[in-house]
Every structure is written in structure tokens, then in C-alpha cells.
């Protein structure tokens, strides 16, 4: 394997030839060694990377300030770059110090390199295309790498919406199955009033689909960039009408409608979005592990829990136990969930943590939020293929509970008043009666009267108006 010198200010080194980044990458990895997750492992960012030195090369060459064969070598190899042919050349960690200096000459040295082989040089051969002064013309880490970002978010967002569309229509799915199941309600885990399964599962979906609005409404803020700012949002070293030229060449590039912020000086230092788009993914993770918490208690058991449900037998649950099942399913979707509201706390102390003109704490904001998004989306997506598809309902059981619960005394108060059904509800506690036969022992209702006011529609919805009270008296 042959090697090239290559240099930077600090000094000259040997870079293997079969390698597209330069020396200033190979510094970084010499230098943060932290995580072992490098830009390679995220290749919608790879993407965004490659997506914005295109804009930038297409917006400097429409204002004179790039040729058109520089231009053109370069934006070949931002699209060769995002075909992932070359993921394995981004090589920093993604974790790092430089507030993304090292992500961003990574980007710069591989597009230069690939670059120079279109055009027919070697690699280094930086006199022809230089990672600085033609890939970075224009640009700034500080304005480049945030913008990458967001284009990141963008579509990692756009990729977390789906997935949580997969569970809700799961969710609703269940709903519409088990619509006629009745069963108890419960609130603070003692009786309350009946309900159907239906309802219960239909609550789930409704959840999940606010947040769905929710994520859309946070995708938003990250439309907003400040590429054309630079190094501290003066736009020092750029034509004053670049910021202008590159949004609409980024919009063209990405497809999406992204808009160069008002101040770019404000744009440049506020991470405001960041800490936003934290807080909604700790909301779906907190409301997602909820619904997880509900599942394994609906099918805990199977002898002596509730055991209204009954979720896919995904594995064997003990090394000890004969026969034991876990809700592995709900479990692992419940530890995604802590470690995302864990990170939230990360993001916030990175975004408050930052001075002056910069946050320098970008890298573990990204890092963050990219990680948290794509391990939300996978625990969506297992939890309803693996899990919520396969649940079946216990009828039998879920029925039994109303029946043999003193909640649904609850559904006598219009008709023998709360004093009454109190008393009834105490002596069923002490003596293990039903609710039912108590009522009609002390003749406060009549067989018939009970048939008619536990009636699925009666129990179920709103139903109770004075002319129906009035009626029922009679």
C-alpha cells in the first residue's frame, strides 16, 4: 500500500493512498477516540454533509466565484458521496472536540479527493481542488455543519413520524378488533367504571397520534439554517448575495423547503430548536413506555395477575422457571424510552452550555438527538410487529372482572343516589356479595332495572338525560 504526504499547519504526515480523507481527519481519529459510533454509522448525515457542499459549490459557481469544471468535479463527488458508496471514508467519531471542525474537513477532504480523481489527479494533489478553498469556499464549520444537521433531523424526523404511524394503525387495528370486549376500568389500580378493550386500544393510537403532530411541529424549526453566516453569523468571506443563492440551491439539492434565518449572528449561537426537538422526543417516550407499562400489566399472569390480555410468546423467561413467558416486547421498548428521556437531559446541558457566539457542544446534541430518534423509530416498529399485532383478548376474564366488581355500582348513583350505592359497595367489600343481588335484596332496583342500566350502551357512553330518569322512576 503506497502512502502521500500530506500537510496542515501543525505539520506533515503519511496518509495511506487508498484513503479519500486527508490529514486533519486523521488527527481527529487520532484524537477522539470516544464512542466507536463514527459519521459512517449515520449515513442520513453523510448525506446532509454531502448535500450541503453541493449547494454551496452550485451557489459559488452561479456567482462567479467557482469555475465550472471545479464546479462540476466537486458536485460529482457530493453525489457520489451520497450514494453511500463511500460511507467508510467518514471516519470521525462523532463525538468530538471543534464544535464539528473535524466533521466538517472530514466532508471536505473526501469531496476534494474523490474530486481530483474525476478530474484526473491524485489524491492530494490539493493545487487542483483544495478541501478549504474550493470545497469550503463560502463556508464556515459554523455555518456548514449546523446546517448539516438540521437536514439530518429533517429526515430522521420525517422517518420517526412513519414509524410511529406503523404503531398507531396497529393500535387502531386492535381497537376496531376488540370493540366489543368489555372489561373494568381502573383508575390508581383499584375499580372504577366498565369499558370495552376497544376504547382502551383506541387510546393508545390516540396518543401516539398527537405526538405524531407533535414531531411534525418540531421538524419544523429545524428548517430554518444559517449557512451563508460563517464563522460567527457575519458572513465574513462571502458574497452578500450568497445566503440568498445557496438557501434556493440547498432547497433544489434537498428537496426540502429549508430557509435561511432573519439574523444569521442569532442563528449562529441559538440552539433553542435542539433543545424543542428534545423535549417532544422525551413526550413520545415518556407516553410510548406508559402504554408499554399498561400492556405487561393487562397481560400480567397468566394465573395471577390481570391477564386481560395475552401478548406473543416471543421467548422462554427463565433459566429457572418452567414455562414462564416474558413481556420482553414492552420491556425493551420501555428501556429505549429511558435512555431517550436520559438524553434529553444530555441536549439541554449541551445547548445551555454554550458561550457567546458558537456552542461548541454541537457534536453531542447531534449525536444525542440522531441517536434517540433512530432508536425510537426501531422500538415503534418492534413493538408493533413483534408485540401489538400479535395480542389477543381473554374475553372470558375481561367480562368476569366487570361483573364481579363493586365499580360498577358507580352506574346506580342517577338511580338509588350515592348514599345508597356507597352502603351497597361496603357491604360487598365485607361480605363478598355482588353489587347486584344487594341491590335487588333491599329492593332498591328490580332485576329488570339492573339488565336495563348495565346495558353495554348504558355503560359505555353518556346516556342519562332528566326525561330518561324521569321514565325510569315510573
Given at each position: ?6 500537510h496542515d ?25 470516544i ?68 466533521t ?120 430554518e ?30 428537496g ?53 390480555i ?67 423509530k ?47 359497595a ?29 346495558r ?19
Amino acid at each position: 500500500m503506497g502512502k502521500r504526504k500530506e500537510h496542515d499547519f501543525i505539520g506533515e504526515l503519511e496518509i495511506a493512498d487508498d484513503v479519500y480523507y486527508g490529514v486533519q481527519t486523521f488527527r481527529a481519529v487520532e484524537n477522539f477516540d470516544i464512542t466507536h459510533e463514527r459519521l459512517r454509522d449515520f449515513p442520513n448525515f453523510i448525506v446532509a454533509l454531502a448535500q450541503v457542499k453541493k449547494a454551496a459549490a452550485l451557489a459559488n459557481n452561479e456567482l462567479g466565484l467557482l469555475d465550472e469544471k471545479l464546479k462540476n468535479a466537486i458536485c460529482e463527488a457530493c453525489d457520489k458521496v451520497m450514494s453511500g458508496k463511500y460511507n467508510d471514508q467518514f471516519v470521525v467519531d462523532m463525538i468530538q472536540g471543534g464544535a464539528g471542525t473535524s466533521t466538517n474537513m472530514n466532508a471536505n477532504e473526501v469531496i476534494a479527493n474523490l474530486a481530483l480523481e474525476i478530474l484526473g489527479h491524485e489524491k492530494g494533489e490539493y493545487k487542483y481542488c483544495h478541501p478549504n478553498d474550493h470545497v469550503n469556499l463560502s463556508q464556515s464549520t459554523n455555518d456548514a455543519y449546523p446546517t448539516a444537521i438540521r437536514i439530518a433531523l429533517f429526515e430522521r424526523l420525517s422517518e420517526l413520524m412513519d414509524a410511529m404511524r406503523v404503531i398507531k394503525d396497529s393500535f387502531e387495528k386492535k381497537a376496531k378488533e376488540f370493540k366489543d370486549v368489555l372489561k373494568m376500568g381502573r383508575t390508581q389500580l383499584q375499580d372504577a367504571v366498565p369499558m370495552t378493550l376497544g376504547q382502551e386500544f383506541k387510546t393508545f393510537a390516540v396518543m401516539i397520534g398527537e405526538d405524531i403532530e407533535r414531531v411534525g411541529e418540531a421538524r419544523n424549526l429545524v428548517r430554518e439554517i444559517n449557512l451563508g453566516g460563517t464563522a460567527i453569523g457575519t458572513g465574513i468571506n462571502t458574497d452578500p448575495r450568497y445566503p440568498k443563492v445557496v438557501e434556493k440551491k440547498l432547497q433544489e439539492v434537498t428537496g426540502r423547503p429549508f430557509i435561511t434565518a432573519g439574523d444569521l449572528i442569532e442563528a449562529t449561537q441559538d440552539t433553542g430548536a435542539y433543545v424543542q426537538i428534545s423535549g417532544v422526543l422525551k413526550r413520545v417516550a415518556t407516553k410510548l413506555s406508559k402504554v408499554c407499562n399498561d400492556l405487561r400489566l393487562l397481560g400480567s399472569g397468566p394465573k395471577c395477575g390481570l391477564n386481560e390480555i395475552n401478548l406473543p410468546k416471543m421467548q422462554p423467561g427463565s433459566s429457572i422457571m418452567p414455562g414462564k413467558v416474558n413481556p420482553v416486547i414492552p420491556e425493551v421498548v420501555n428501556q429505549v424510552c429511558f435512555d431517550v428521556i436520559g438524553s434529553d437531559v444530555t441536549v439541554t446541558l449541551a445547548c445551555e452550555g454554550g458561550q457567546l457566539q458558537l456552542n461548541v457542544f454541537e457534536p453531542v446534541v447531534a449525536y444525542s438527538l440522531f441517536t434517540s430518534i433512530s432508536r425510537l423509530k426501531r422500538a415503534c416498529r418492534t413493538l408493533a410487529t413483534k408485540c401489538v399485532d400479535g395480542i389477543t383478548a381473554n374475553e372470558d376474564r375481561c367480562r368476569e372482572y366487570v361483573y364481579n366488581s363493586i365499580g360498577i355500582v358507580t352506574a346506580f348513583n342517577p338511580y338509588i343516589g350515592y348514599e345508597n350505592s356507597a352502603s351497597i359497595a361496603k357491604e360487598s367489600l365485607n361480605t363478598g356479595k355482588s353489587v347486584v343481588d344487594i341491590a335487588i335484596e333491599r329492593n332498591l332496583l328490580t332485576k329488570e332495572q339492573i339488565d336495563d342500566i348495565l346495558r353495554p350502551d348504558n355503560l359505555l357512553k353518556p346516556h342519562m338525560t332528566a326525561e330518561d330518569k324521569a321514565q325510569f322512576k315510573k
